[in-house]
């Protein structure tokens, strides 16, 4: 005899309808916006039915809107666990996790949601994103190709594509997923926002800003394109222009890093010093390995306080120039009477160990002695408040080793002529380097000058190596050169230095050795804008480019001066 269903209780039914009128509520007050009312309705169905996933769910979206990640988190991880087949559920908890830099746990999350639906594409784009911000680009490729193979015009997966080939410098491949993402959204803030940067990364400089500016106009409260309409106007020399829209950035986003750090270089460019060491420490903000706080314990230096018989450790950042650069600080802090720790790169530990000022130099890496301050070096102006009138001017505050000033004088010969020392490119991985290097090839015109040219160059690049074949009136000592205290040897038996903006520039400067650098048209801003001289060096003679990108100016320019210089009798 067949069984038959029971039938439900009255009790049971009341209940059912007791807890959709709650849920519909609820959900009313949620769509209309009314987040507060519609959480007190949630936690009230919650005290009669702690387990319903539906509830839990929404409350892990209410919080999740709000920026409460924690509290989201737990919220979806208790509905999953009220119904482990819940796909929504899964997805959002991996967003969550996404926010909270949870990289790992989200892609579990976001691998069972998939599970559970395969063409979820929304939850493979979001692998896709994980994926791209933890550098996987090409691995984030396969996952945006998928979303948008299940889902053809998939905005966010074309975008976000997009910038993948971006990282990789397909200019052109992300500019075609911006421009279908724009035809199929009829044009969003954002992607605009992104295919203008790589309109920029291309050169396009124009339609660039054509994207930034549709893009504010899209939506005047992103912050992003009103700080790339001020690096592009920063890249025509355009810096009120530049400044007011950095500005504008920071003004909607106050915690937006990068602005506030392209503000500081704005404003140090164009020598409004107190403007720009106040922005220059957000750089300690930024995602970027030149910029690692140290995080001690003990407090920034401040020159307010007493510091007699107070141990100061300064210690290097960025490059080995800008180590050399700033070095010159320690002699400030020494007269407020501290004793004085400098922590350098190791390469730079012999060269320094003497500088006036220091009392203690270590390499980064040993082990440091106690202190009682320290300073990061590029803030030393900071803290000095120093502006274009009380930069510390010395002509010379680095030494070379005397003994190995004669040894290398003795290589060298029995010089017929002046020596003029040459540098022509730095390190390959500086993130200016296609801008401020140059060929030797370029050089060629001076070596008719009538001097001595000694390459003060460690490392070649291969095609500067053929081109030093054909050079033989260039002596070249490479490996000879075994650390910063044979370079100063070198640069001490110079007459003259001609070198791009590199640490041997800094070097040669810092010794009081005239000093000739090259720079591109957008120099780096130690250099100021459109002087000959150098604030920093007394001895420095600086030549810009007329053009981006053109050196012929600055070679012919070179050319006569040297000339000039070889027929002075003094060579000064």
């Given amino acids: ?11 049971s039914i009341q209940g059912d309808k007791f807890l959709l009128t709650m849920k519909n509520e609820a959900r009313a007050l949620h769509l209309n916006g009314n987040l507060v ?11 009669y039915y702690p387990k319903d ?21 737990d919220f979806f991880t208790q509905a999953i666990h009220a119904n482990p087949r819940s796909t929504q559920s899964l997805y959002e908890l991996g967003l969550v996790q996404k926010h909270l830099g949870l990289h790992s746990e989200a892609l579990k999350s976001l691998d069972l949601a998939i599970k559970l639906k395969p063409d979820f594409s929304e939850a493979i784009n979001i692998k896709g994103r994980i994926l791209y911000e933890t550098r996987h680009f090409d691995d984030s490729l396969i996952f945006f190709n998928r979303a948008l193979k299940i889902k053809p015009g998939f905005v966010d997966a074309l975008n976000n594509r997009g910038t993948t080939y971006h990282e990789l410098k397909k200019y052109n491949e992300a500019i075609r997923d911006y421009n279908l993402a724009i035809e199929t959204s009829g044009g969003l803030a954002t992607v605009l926002n992104n295919r203008g940067i790589s309109y920029q990364s291309l050169g396009r400089s124009e339609d660039a800003l054509s994207d930034f500016i549709r893009a504010t106009e899209l939506d005047p409260k992103l912050s992003q394109p009103y700080n790339n309409i001020g690096n592009i106007y920063y890249e ?34 164009i020598g409004d010093f107190e403007s720009g ?5 957000w750089r300690w903000k930024k995602n970027d390995p030149n910029f690692i706080d140290r995080n001690f314990t003990r407090p920034l230096l401040n020159i307010d306080n007493d510091l007699t018989n107070k141990t100061v450790l300064l210690h290097a950042e960025q490059g080995l120039g800008d180590t050399i650069q700033f070095c010159r600080y320690a002699a400030l802090v020494k007269e407020l009477g501290a004793r004085v720790v400098l ?9 320094l160990a003497d500088i006036k000022g220091v009392d203690c130099i270590v390499s980064k890496g040993e082990p440091l002695p106690s202190f009682e301050y320290h300073c990061p070096l590029l803030s030393l102006p900071f803290v000095f408040s120093t502006n274009m009138d009380t930069v510390p001017r010395d002509r010379s505050y680095i030494s070379a080793k005397p003994e190995k000033v004669s040894t290398w004088d003795s290589k060298l010969g029995m010089p017929n002529s002046k020596r003029v020392g040459l540098v022509w490119s730095g390190s390959q991985t500086h993130l200016n380097d296609m801008n401020r290097s140059i060929k030797l090839e370029q050089y060629r015109e001076l070596l008719n000058a009538g001097a001595m040219f000694v390459s003060l160059q460690k490392e070649l690049r291969d095609d500067d190596r053929v081109t030093l074949l054909q050079m033989p009136d260039v002596r070249f000592f490479g490996n000879e050169l075994v650390d910063f205290t044979d370079t100063a040897a070198l640069v001490e038996n110079m007459d003259l230095v001609i070198t791009v903006d590199t640490s041997v520039a800094h070097l040669s400067a810092a010794m009081g050795k005239p000093t000739w650098i090259l720079l591109p048209e957008l120099p780096d801003w130690r250099w100021l804008n459109d002087r000959q001289d150098s604030l920093w060096y007394p001895c420095v003679r600086l030549f ?7 050196w ?7 050319k006569v001066a040297l000339n000039e210089w070889l027929g002075d009798s003094s060579g000064r």
């Avoid at 919080?63 to 924690?70: D, I, S």
């Avoid at 922590?343 to 060269?351: D, F, I, M, T």
């Avoid at 012929?552 to 070179?558: A, K, P």
């Fill in 37 to 47: 009312e519609a959480v007190k309705k949630y936690e009230s169905i919650l005290t």
């Fill in 53 to 73: 996933s539906f509830v839990l769910h929404q409350l892990g979206s209410i919080a999740n809107l709000a920026g409460n990640y924690e509290l989201a988190r």
């Fill in 544 to 550: 810009r480019q007329s053009h981006k990108g053109d």
């Fill in 236 to 269: 025509q020399k355009r810096f009120d222009d530049a400044i007011e829209h950095y500005i504008k950035s920071t003004e909607i986003d106050p915690n937006y890093v990068d602005a506030y750090f392209n503000l500081a270089v704005c404003f140090l460019l």
């Fill in 1 to 11: 005899m067949a069984k038959t269903k029971k039938s439900k209780t009255s009790n």
């Fill in 343 to 351: 922590e350098v790169q190791p390469a730079l530990k012999s060269l």
């Fill in 552 to 558: 012929n100016d600055v070679m012919e320019n070179l």
């Fill in 277 to 281: 060491w106040k922005n220059y420490e």
